[in-house]
Structure formats: C-alpha cells, structure tokens
C-alpha cells in the first residue's frame, strides 16, 4: 500500500522477526533526518520479545527511493585508510592469525575491501552489494565484488573463514533469516563479525529521538544488548568478544549536530551551535565521555566477533 504521508514509499506491516509476533507498542516516530526521505518513520517494541523494528516499513519495490544516490556508503571510494576500517582490519586481524577467506556482506563501494588488500594481503577477499552503481564502483577499483543482495546471492557451495556485516544488519529485512545462512556458509572456527548501533547506548540515551543511530527508514531494526543477544542465539551464534570501534567521535556528535539542528530555531545560533561541535576545544572536551562510553562499550556502534555455538 503506497502511504500518503511518504508518497514516494510503498510501506508494509511486518510482525517481529525474531518471534513472530504481531502485538506490538508505539516506540518511537521520527523523519528521515539524514537524507530527508518524505515521511514520518515508526519503530513499535514487540510486546512479547522486546525487539524495537520499524513497522510498518518500506516495502522491497521502495530501496531505491530510502537509498539515494548520495548514500555514503555508495560513494566511499577514497576512504580505505580510515582508522576505522583499519581498526577492524587488525580486529579481524588479532582474532585470525591464519588467512583465509572473507566474505563482506553490504560491502558499498569496497572501501573496506580495499582496506584488507593493505591491512591483511594474504586474505581472499569477495564482497556481496545489492546496489549495482556501488558494486560497479567496487569493481573499477580491483575489488571482487557480486552484486546481488545477501538473501539472492550465489553462496552455496562456498565456505568462508570470515564475515563481515559493518553497519549492515539493521538494514536487513530478515536479519534471522540471513545469520542462519550464513552461519551455514562459515568454516568450522570461523566468525561472522557485525557493526551494530545500539540503542542502550550512552549516545542514545543522551540524543534521545535525535540519535544517529535511529536513521530511519533505511534502519529496519534498532537493537540494543538484549535483543542483539537473542538474534544471535536464535541464529545458532554466540558472541566471542566485542569492542567500541568504529564511529566513536562521529556518532556522538552527529547526533548532536542532528539534535541542534531539530531543536534551535535561531539561524544564527544554530549555526554556531553546529560549527562548535567540530572545533577543537570541544572535542577534547567530550573526550573524557567518548574514552569511558568506549571502555564500556557504550558508544554508538559495538563490533561484535561471533562464532557458531
Ligand atoms: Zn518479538
């Protein structure tokens, strides 16, 4: 059914994924504050397991329209050296001391690929992008990359020694579905490793409804600890370690730049309150908070290795 207050979308009613419930509370509305789709966005908290998911939700026929061609992740091409994509390079790297092969699942334009092709250079490195200007983009690049979504892709009959879904779960219409196959598809002792924003995190508690993490409607899902936990028990996985890793400084304050940005209405105020959010002074001031939500693994993001159980 295409909704009038999102015209570009076709939205659908889902039940939860993890135990197929229907009964569900109101948990958060909010608009699409990153990309500006039309709409206002619901997450509902299922009554019976306590999953957050959005519904109802963009249906499959609306991605292109909740993916614009400006999606960060589609256009990443100069950013292989990040620290954070080296910093989950030498995660994987600590944990996996024998190379072996990696499969990237959401892998966008290949920025993360190509940071494996420095960081680890023995490893054989595929990556699997729905999007086909991404996966293109990947492929002028030298990465190997399907392009095709994880629940279509040609995998079977494949084994892999790694996963990876950075910032990819959330998005997924059946994230159960897709762990269970590839739980299937990894090497005895291997591990899928995940980027999940978490919504008991300090960021979100602190940013509340203006919280990066929430990013709706491209989000499907908004995990936190406990539903995370039960989504990897239910796909027959078990978390081995976890780490703040990725994102540490940029969420918390994007999510205050988004905060600003909803919440004062003076121009000029506005734009003062947003450009001190990048200065110096006030980077080394919430220092103290992002070096404590790290040590807790409270910051937005947590990376988490995992194994089948
Ligand atoms: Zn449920």
């Known amino acids: 059914m295409k909704d009038p207050a999102t015209s570009c979308l076709f939205l659908e009613e889902v039940v939860c994924c993890l135990c197929g419930h229907h009964h569900s509370t109101p948990f958060l509305t909010a608009p699409d504050r990153a990309h500006f789709v ?51 390079c030498a995660f994987i790297g600590r ?9 990237d699942v959401g892998a966008g ?57 950075w910032n990819v ?27 999940v924003p978490l919504c008991d995190s300090w960021d979100a508690r602190l940013c509340g409804a203006y919280w990066c993490g929430w990013e709706l409607p491209r989000h499907f899902y908004a995990f936190d600890r406990a539903s995370l936990g039960q989504l990897l028990n239910a796909a027959g996985l078990i978390s081995s370690r976890s780490a703040c890793l990725v994102g540490i400084e940029y969420h918390f304050t994007e999510s205050l730049r988004l905060l600003i940005n909803a919440t004062v209405r003076q121009f000029t105020v506005r ?9 110096r002074p006030f980077r080394l001031l919430i220092r103290p908070y992002l070096w404590m939500a790290a040590r807790m693994q409270r910051c937005t993001a947590l990376t988490i290795a995992a194994r089948a159980a």
Not at 171 to 191: I, T, W
């Open 38 to 88: 039309p709409g206002i966005f619901t997450l509902r908290r299922c009554k019976n397991c306590g999953l957050v998911y959005q519904n109802p939700r963009p249906s499959p026929e609306s991605s292109a329209a909740i993916y614009p061609a400006d999606y960060g992740p589609y256009n990443n091409l100069n950013d292989d050296l990040h620290p954070d994509w080296q910093r989950l």
């Open 271 to 279: 734009r003062l309150g947003i450009a001190l959010t990048f200065s």
């Open 109 to 165: 334009a290949g920025a993360f690929l190509r940071a494996m092709r420095v960081a680890l250079p023995e490893w054989s490195v595929t990556g699997v992008e729905p999007n086909a200007r991404a996966a293109a983009a990947a492929r002028r690049t030298g990465a190997h990359v399907i392009q095709a979504t994880i629940e279509t892709a040609p995998l079977d009959g494949t084994v892999w020694d790694a996963i990876t879904l």
């Open 95 to 103: 944990l996996q001391t024998q190379p072996g092969r990696l499969l």
């Open 169 to 195: 779960v959330e998005h997924l219409p059946d994230p159960l579905a897709v762990l269970r196959r590839l739980r299937q598809l990894l090497r005895p002792g291997g591990f899928i490793y995940m980027t």
